[in-house]
């Protein structure tokens, strides 16, 4: 086995594939090739392709997660989630394997899938009750919030925005919309 090769190195290679192949294109052939080992050496670190995928998604949320922590550092208020927002549609676009991995978030029901987000939505809703937003309000503005950054990054991921207008203005203008439709929500 080549030196140094553990885990976290599996992950790392693995991230490297599917950002620059597709998350398809990750075969434990080419991974070991990558990592100058045999296939079966793989086996001593992972199970085998789905459980790969399992801790590439978990490996992709925590990445995000202290992404997302760290660009609302020293920043208040709706500018905070301006920041947190601009940082998930950045890394979904730079890491478009990794965040593909990641959209299987919910395909996972074990108690590490859940722990992989746990600090980022506890920031999340601590935030919402800092500006005055229900937790129950909170729980479909979190599914909003998703599906516009998810669904956004997806269709810049796969090259669906044919027309010549500015992609990071029309980012820009539809997050100013999503926060003007929270402030109204409840009248904030």
Same mark, same amino acid.
């Given at each position: 086995?080549?030196?140094?090769?553990?885990?976290?190195?599996?992950?790392?290679?693995?991230?490297?594939?599917?950002?620059?192949?597709?998350?398809? !294109?990750?075969?434990?052939?080419?991974?070991?090739?990558? %990592?100058?080992?045999?296939?079966?050496?793989?086996?001593?670190?992972?199970?085998?392709? !789905?459980?790969?995928?399992?801790? %590439? =998604?978990?490996?992709?949320?925590?990445?995000?997660?202290?992404?997302?922590?760290?660009?609302?550092?020293?920043?208040?208020?709706?500018?905070?989630?301006?920041?947190?927002?601009?940082?998930?549609?950045?890394?979904?676009?730079?890491?478009?394997?990794?965040?593909?991995?990641?959209?299987?978030?919910?395909?996972?029901?074990?108690?590490?899938? =859940?722990?992989?987000?746990?600090?980022?939505?506890?920031?999340?809703?601590?935030? =919402?009750?800092?500006?005055?937003?229900?937790?129950?309000?909170?729980?479909?503005?979190?599914?909003?919030?998703?599906?516009?950054?998810?669904?956004? !990054?997806?269709?810049?991921?796969?090259?669906?925005?044919?027309?010549?207008?500015?992609?990071?203005?029309?980012?820009?203008?539809?997050?100013?919309?999503?926060?003007?439709?929270?402030?109204?929500?409840?009248?904030?």
């Amino acid at each position: 086995m080549a030196k140094g090769v553990d885990k976290t190195a599996i992950l790392t290679v693995a991230a490297s594939i599917a950002d620059r192949d597709g998350l398809d !294109a990750i075969t434990m052939k080419n991974l070991a090739q990558e %990592l100058g080992v045999q296939p079966p050496s793989l086996y001593n670190h992972i199970a085998g392709l !789905a459980e790969l995928k399992h801790e %590439l =998604m978990i490996f992709g949320w925590k990445e995000l997660e202290q992404q997302l922590i760290r660009s609302a550092v020293g920043v208040g208020g709706w500018d905070a989630f301006r920041a947190m927002c601009r940082t998930f549609y950045r890394f979904s676009v730079e890491h478009p394997g990794v965040f593909n991995a990641m959209l299987w978030y919910n395909k996972y029901t074990d108690s590490e899938s =859940m722990n992989a987000t746990e600090e980022l939505f506890g920031f999340f809703y601590r935030f =919402m009750e800092s500006a005055g937003i229900s937790r129950q309000n909170s729980e479909h503005i979190l599914r909003t919030m998703r599906g516009f950054l998810e669904g956004f !990054a997806l269709l810049v991921n796969n090259g669906a925005f044919g027309h010549s207008a500015s992609i990071d203005e029309s980012f820009e203008i539809s997050l100013e919309i999503l926060i003007a439709g929270i402030q109204s929500l409840e009248g904030k």
